[in-house]
C-alpha cells in the first residue's frame, strides 16, 4: 500500500496525488511514468510523473478525471493498492544533455499533458539548458501550475481558445510566431501532437513527441500501446513514451484510442450517475 499524502483538484476535474513511493522516487527521471491501481480490483492507470523529491520520497503525479477508474481515483484518501514504476525511458534530453548544451528548446503542452512538462523543463533548467514553453488549454479554467512552469523557462506563452487567459488561438499559433528553435518537445492530446509535428516538419524543427495511448499492463505484454512510426511497430510503454514526432503515424494512433472510448464513457457515466441511462443516445444502441 502507497500513503496518500495529498489527493485534491487544482483544477476543473483536475487533480494533484502525492503519494510516498521511495522506491520509484529513487530511480525516477523526467520522462518516465507510474502505473497506479486504486484497490487490489481496480483498472491499471498511467499517469506520468509530475514530480519527485529524493529527500522525502514524495511522488507527484496530476490526472484528469475521463472515466469510471480516474473517477474511482478522486475518492481514494488513505492510500493506493499500487504504484508501479519506474515506467518507460526516460526523456531522450535527460539522457543525453551534453548534446543540448547550446540548443534552444520549446516544450508544448496541451490541457493536462502540461503535467509532465514541467519535471524535465525543471531538470533542463537546472542543467543549463535554453527552455521556452508554449501551455495551450480551452479555457482559463483549465490551466494549472502556472506558477511552477514559470519558474523553471525562459518565457511562458499561454494560449486558449476562447482567450480567457494569454493569447487567443492554438499552440501552433504561438509556435508559428515564435518559431526559432533547434528541438520541440510536445506532450498533450494525440490530435494536438499531430498538427504540431506536422508545422515542425514545415519548419524543420526537430520534435519529440510523448505518446500517451491507452495502455494496460506498462511492460509491453499487452500490446495495447501499439503504435506505428516509421512503419515499424513500437509500444509505448517500453520503447518511448517519447518518439520521433515526425515519424509517428498519428491517424493510426487516433483510430486505435477511439476503438476504446464507448465501453469506457458508458462505465463512467453509470458510476457518475447511477442507472440513469434511459437511451436515445445514439450511440449504444438502447
Given amino acids: 500500500m502507497y500513503k496518500i499524502l495529498k489527493n485534491e483538484p487544482i483544477g476543473e476535474k483536475i487533480y494533484l496525488l ?53 473517477l474511482e481515483l478522486t475518492k481514494m484518501n488513505e492510500s493506493l493498492f499500487s504504484v508501479a514504476g519506474p515506467l518507460g525511458k526516460p526523456s531522450e ?110 519548419l524543420n524543427i526537430k520534435t519529440i513527441a510523448s505518446m500517451n495511448p491507452i495502455m494496460v499492463d506498462g511492460t509491453g505484454m499487452c500490446g495495447a500501446c501499439r503504435l506505428l512510426v516509421n512503419n515499424e511497430v513500437k509500444f509505448a510503454c517500453v520503447d518511448g513514451p517519447e518518439f520521433d514526432g515526425h515519424l509517428v503515424d498519428f491517424d493510426a494512433a487516433i483510430k486505435r484510442m477511439n476503438l476504446y472510448k464507448e465501453e469506457e464513457g458508458r462505465r463512467y457515466l453509470k458510476d457518475l450517475e447511477g442507472e440513469t441511462h434511459s437511451g436515445g443516445c445514439g450511440i449504444c444502441g438502447d
Avoid at 476562447?162 to 533547434?182: I, M, P
Fill in 93 to 202: 534530453v535527460v539522457t543525453d544533455i551534453e548534446a543540448y548544451k547550446d540548443k534552444k528548446i520549446v516544450m508544448i503542452g496541451g490541457g493536462v499533458g502540461i503535467a509532465p512538462v514541467y519535471p524535465q523543463a525543471k531538470y533542463f533548467k537546472e542543467h543549463g539548458l535554453s527552455v521556452d514553453i508554449i501551455y495551450g488549454a480551452k479555457n482559463k479554467d483549465l490551466l494549472i501550475i502556472l506558477d511552477k512552469l514559470e519558474s523553471v523557462c525562459d518565457h511562458l506563452t499561454v494560449v486558449t481558445d476562447d482567450g480567457s487567459n494569454g493569447k487567443q488561438g492554438l499552440v501552433t499559433d504561438a509556435l508559428k510566431e515564435y518559431h526559432d528553435y533547434d528541438l520541440c518537445i510536445v506532450m498533450g492530446s494525440t490530435i494536438m501532437m499531430k498538427f504540431v509535428c506536422n508545422l515542425t516538419k514545415e
Fill in 18 to 70: 502525492e503519494v510516498e513511493a521511495p522506491l520509484v522516487v529513487k530511480n525516477c527521471l523526467p520522462g518516465q511514468f507510474v502505473i497506479v491501481m486504486a484497490k487490489e480490483d481496480s483498472e491499471r492507470i498511467p499517469l506520468t510523473i509530475y514530480d519527485y523529491d529524493r529527500e522525502t520520497s514524495i511522488l507527484s503525479m496530476i490526472y484528469q478525471v475521463v472515466g469510471s477508474s480516474t
